[in-house]
């Protein structure tokens, strides 16, 4: 079984930070594209990161300069450095696991993370 644990998600100030994590079980994590994506209300979801197996990773343009993502592939989780946040960062994020088209993807539950003073 598949499981997508995503961890993290707080109430920050703008021009704070977070840190995401996303621990995955179930999977041979290291031949899955791992991502995050966000969903805020009334808007469709977006990637936010995403990050190969071996390290290349491609970004958001909303975010690109101001997040980071990573992997260990040793303890099977996935981050996201989150700084410089804006109000606009305020969304549900979800830790996505993808290997299409030759297998599966899989999403967690997500974190919220809500941006105000």
């Known amino acids: 079984q598949v499981q997508l644990v995503e961890s993290g998600g707080d109430l920050v100030q703008p021009g704070g930070s977070l840190r995401l994590s996303c621990a995955a079980s179930?999977?041979?994590?290291?031949?899955?594209?791992m991502g995050w994506y966000r969903q805020a209300p009334g808007k469709q979801r977006e990637l936010v990161a995403r990050i190969t197996g071996s390290g290349s990773t491609n970004y958001g343009d909303s975010v690109k300069g101001r997040f980071t993502i990573s992997r260990d592939n040793a303890k099977n989780t996935v981050y996201l450095q989150m700084n410089s946040l804006k109000p606009e960062d305020t969304a549900l994020y979800y830790c996505?696991?993808?290997?299409?088209?030759?297998?599966?993807?899989?999403w967690g539950q997500g974190t919220q993370v809500t941006v105000s003073s």
């Open positions: 996505n696991a993808d290997r299409s088209p030759v297998g599966g993807t899989y």
């Open positions: 179930g999977i041979i994590f290291i031949r899955y594209r």
